[in-house]
T-cell receptor
Framework: DGGITQSPKYLFRKEGQNVTLSCEQNLNHDAMYWYRQDPGQGLRLIYY???????QKGDIAEGYSVSREKKESFPLTVTSAQKNPTAFYLC????????????????FGNGTRLTVT | GENVEQHPSTLSVQEGDSAVIKCTYS??????FPWYKQELGKGPQLIID?????GEKKDQRIAVTLNKTAKHFSLHITETQPEDSAVYFCAASRSLAYGGSQGNLIFGKGTKLSVKP
C-alpha cells in the first residue's frame, strides 16, 4: 500500500540535543511538508519542499532544519535552538499542481510525538 | 497573509443529530477550502473540499457550504455516528500556479467533535 511512514511514533530526548525525525513516502509525490501540531493550535507549517535539493521555510522554521536528498525522503531535524520542541510532528506529501483549478490534497503520516525534557 | 478562524473548538452531539463547524477566512483571494478529519493517534485525512466557484458540495452525510461575500464556509455532518468523533480542521488557500504545492494552505485550529451513543 502506498503511504507516508513516520518513525518513530514516540521520541524522547534530553534538552540541548538535536534530534532527527524520519519521513518516507512511496506515493511518488514531488512535494513534501512538515507540520507541527500543538493542542489548540492547529497545524503550523515548518518547512516544505517541491523538488529534490530545494526547500522553503514555512511559518515557524526557526530552530528546525530539513534536507531533501531523495524524492522519497524528507527528514526534519529539531535543533537545540528550538525553544519549545515538545510537540506532535506531522509529515505530509502531495502532487504538484497540474492546472489552475487543481489543488492536490495533502496525504499525512501518522505523526511522531517528540518529548524533550 | 491568510488567517483562518474555526468555531467551535469543541462540539458534543447525540448520535443521529447534525453537527456544524464554521470557519472564516481573511484573504479574499482564497478560493480553495478543504476539510480534514483527524482520528486519535493518526494524521489528518481529507474528507471534502470546495472551490470558490461552487456554493455547496455534498458527499453522502457530509456537506460543505461557502459564502464568498461573507468569507465563511461550513462543514455539515448529518445523522452523526460515533465513528464521526474526531478533530476536524478547515483550511484555505489561493489558486496554485502550474507546478505549485500546498505550501500556502492555512489551517484553522480545529474542532473536537464528540458523538455520544
Amino acid at each position: 500500500d502506498g503511504g507516508i511512514t513516520q518513525s518513530p511514533k514516540y521520541l524522547f530526548r534530553k534538552e540541548g540535543q538535536n534530534v532527527t525525525l524520519s519521513c518516507e513516502q512511496n506515493l511518488n509525490h514531488d512535494a513534501m511538508y512538515w507540520y507541527r501540531q500543538d493542542p489548540g493550535q492547529g497545524l503550523r507549517l515548518i518547512y516544505y519542499s517541491q523538488i529534490v535539493n530545494d526547500f522553503q521555510k514555512g511559518d515557524i522554521a526557526e530552530g528546525y532544519s530539513v534536507s531533501r536528498e531523495k524524492k522519497e525522503s524528507f527528514p526534519l531535524t529539531v535543533t537545540s535552538a528550538q525553544k519549545n520542541p515538545t510537540a506532535f510532528y506531522l509529515c505530509a506529501s502531495s502532487r504538484l499542481t497540474t492546472g489552475p483549478s487543481y489543488n492536490s490534497p495533502l496525504h499525512f503520516g501518522n505523526g511522531t510525538r517528540l518529548t524533550v525534557t | 497573509g491568510e488567517n483562518v478562524e474555526q468555531h467551535p473548538s469543541t462540539l458534543s452531539v447525540q448520535e443521529g443529530d447534525s453537527a456544524v463547524i464554521k470557519c472564516t477566512y481573511s484573504d479574499s483571494a482564497s478560493n480553495y477550502f478543504p476539510w480534514y478529519k483527524q482520528e486519535l493517534g493518526k494524521g489528518p485525512q481529507l474528507i471534502i473540499d470546495i472551490r470558490s466557484n461552487v456554493g455547496e458540495k455534498k458527499d453522502q452525510r457530509i456537506a460543505v457550504t461557502l459564502n464568498k461575500t461573507a468569507k465563511h464556509f461550513s462543514l455539515h455532518i448529518t445523522e452523526t455516528q460515533p465513528e464521526d468523533s474526531a478533530v476536524y480542521f478547515c483550511a484555505a488557500s489561493r489558486s496554485l500556479a502550474y507546478g505549485g504545492s500546498q505550501g500556502n494552505l492555512i489551517f484553522g485550529k480545529g474542532t473536537k467533535l464528540s458523538v455520544k451513543p
